[in-house]
């Protein structure tokens, strides 16, 4: 499962791609964006049933998991000891907020280093909208940057100009173009194909699924 589809990209850009642009964004395009994504939420969302995470004890009383939700806890070994869920037991999980807290106002250990492993079920079955559509936004925008780039250049193969000095090169980067009233501007294709993958207003519509851990 990918955080969005060529499907969705055409839905945000109301363009219909032919076949092999549609590889394309599925091969090159999403996993960029995806990458991208993953890296500023600090977890893949995608459903993941068999996550395991080893801590360090350090005597605090909240484990903080790296994915949300957490559907389900499938163990928790604390100094080799197996532990039990529930209020009367060993510890209670907070699945939405994603975190682990031990019973009794107790502490987790720190007799030893890496002393924890916790054994979990966590992300999301079916992906949130607002993180589906942001990754299509921004694939989009990348692709049709890319292909504004790619419009303005000749039929073959592109050459340039320090494999053969005797002629021009033949890549193309107009940013202004004037034919009789008829006057264009492209922009920066380049920069803007080649920048940041999400914009402001990406990271903001991702913000309130993001992981911000303090230890």
Not at 25 to 31: E, G, L, V
Not at 46 to 70: A, C, M, Q, W, Y
Not at 138 to 157: V, Y
Not at 173 to 185: I, P, Y
């Amino acid at each position: 499962m990918a955080l969005c589809t060529s499907a969705d990209v055409e839905s945000i850009v109301q363009i219909n791609y032919n076949t092999a642009l549609q590889t394309d964004i599925t091969n090159t395009f999403i996993p960029y964006v995806e990458s991208a994504i993953k890296r500023f939420l600090g977890y893949d969302p995608e459903l993941n049933t068999s996550i395991v995470e080893t801590f360090d004890g350090k005597e605090r009383t909240h484990l903080f998991l790296k994915v949300t939700p957490v559907n389900s806890v499938a163990s928790i070994v604390e100094d080799g000891f197996t532990l039990t869920e529930g209020n009367e037991n060993d510890y209670v999980v907070f699945k939405e907020e994603g975190y682990i807290v031990k019973t009794g106002h107790s502490r987790w250990s720190d007799a030893k280093y890496q002393n924890v492993v916790v054994t979990y079920s966590g992300g999301f079955a079916t992906i949130p909208d607002v993180i589906r559509f942001t990754c299509a936004r921004a694939a989009g925008r990348i692709l049709n940057n890319t292909l504004q780039l790619s419009s303005l250049q000749p039929k073959e193969n592109i050459d340039s100009h320090k494999s053969d000095t005797s002629n021009d090169g033949n890549f193309y980067a107009v940013n202004s173009e004037s034919v009789g009233d008829l006057s264009l501007t492209y922009g920066d294709p380049i920069g803007s194909t080649f920048g940041p993958a999400l914009t402001a207003f990406d990271i903001t519509a991702l913000m309130p699924y993001k992981r911000i851990f303090f230890d």
